[in-house]
């Protein structure tokens, strides 16, 4: 089996590498974008499809949305819950996003990498560039909107967010595009599917790539 004639990349081909004397490291992908570009749908989708991958579920101090799990999507604490594990160093990363704090713990990291599956984590930029600093080889990957106004309207359907507040995001979503340069790969979101299509060929080739050898 090359590495193109298997869509997933998954466990099959990792065993066809290890029996010919290949090991590799798991890998973490980390995705990033704006608020409201659509990234956690991406990544559900991708999990979905996409064999030997498990999400890495973040803690945060905000509330549920309608519909998230606690364990699945995240782990929610207090405010003073989250300050202490701070205290307690068991952040790899932690930000402050729209007032809310968000953060992965050592703890989740080792737990999916320290299998045989690959982490896929859905953090902002400042967790990014941490994660990076501790995980030099983690794969960046950031997702983008096809345009300012199509974000707006995404943000809107999704929080009815009032004006103020959609001004504040737009300004911050710009910040966050900005760095997209220091990403190793950009997806758009304009069809949902293509940009589901698009991270599933990332995650593939870097499967296939050689710097993830032991």
Same mark, same amino acid.
């Given at each position: 089996?090359?590495?193109?004639?298997?869509? @997933?990349?998954?466990?099959?081909?990792?065993?066809?590498?290890?029996?010919?004397?290949?090991?590799?490291?798991?890998?973490?992908?980390?995705?990033?974008?704006?608020?409201?570009?659509?990234?956690?749908? +991406?990544?559900?989708?991708?999990?979905?499809?996409?064999?030997?991958?498990?999400?890495?579920?973040?803690?945060?101090?905000?509330?549920?949305?309608?519909?998230?799990?606690?364990?699945?999507?995240?782990?929610?604490?207090?405010?003073?819950?989250?300050?202490?594990?701070?205290?307690?160093?068991?952040?790899?990363?932690?930000?402050?996003?729209?007032?809310?704090?968000?953060?992965?713990? @050592?703890?989740?990291?080792?737990?999916?990498?320290?299998?045989?599956?690959?982490?896929?984590?859905? +953090?902002?930029?400042?967790?990014?560039?941490?994660?990076?600093?501790?995980?030099?080889?983690?794969?960046?990957?950031?997702?983008?909107?096809?345009?300012?106004?199509?974000?707006?309207?995404?943000?809107?359907? @999704?929080?009815?967010?009032?004006?103020?507040?959609?001004?504040? @995001?737009?300004?911050?979503?710009?910040?966050?595009?900005?760095?997209?340069?220091?990403?190793?790969?950009?997806?758009?979101?304009?069809?949902?599917?293509?940009?589901?299509?698009?991270?599933?060929?990332? +995650?593939?080739?870097?499967?296939?790539?050689?710097?993830?050898?032991?």
């Amino acid at each position: 089996m090359h590495c193109g004639a298997d869509e @997933r990349a998954g466990p099959e081909y990792r065993i066809d590498m290890e029996k010919i004397g290949f090991n590799r490291k798991n890998i973490i992908f980390v995705v990033s974008g704006p608020s409201g570009v659509g990234k956690t749908v +991406i990544c559900k989708r991708v999990l979905s499809i996409v064999d030997g991958l498990e999400f890495s579920v973040s803690t945060t101090s905000r509330s549920p949305r309608e519909g998230e799990i606690e364990g699945i999507d995240y782990y929610f604490v207090s405010n003073k819950k989250f300050n202490e594990m701070i205290d307690d160093n068991m952040f790899i990363e932690y930000a402050v996003v729209h007032g809310k704090m968000y953060g992965t713990t @050592r703890k989740e990291i080792e737990r999916v990498i320290g299998g045989k599956k690959d982490a896929l984590l859905d +953090i902002d930029t400042q967790g990014a560039e941490q994660i990076k600093n501790v995980y030099p080889s983690a794969v960046l990957i950031f997702i983008v909107p096809p345009d300012f106004e199509t974000l707006k309207e995404r943000i809107l359907k @999704r929080e009815g967010t009032i004006n103020a507040d959609i001004k504040k @995001r737009l300004e911050k979503a710009r910040e966050e595009i900005a760095k997209a340069k220091n990403y190793e790969y950009i997806v758009v979101n304009k069809e949902l599917e293509d940009a589901v299509i698009s991270l599933k060929g990332i +995650i593939r080739a870097e499967r296939c790539s050689t710097k993830h050898l032991l």
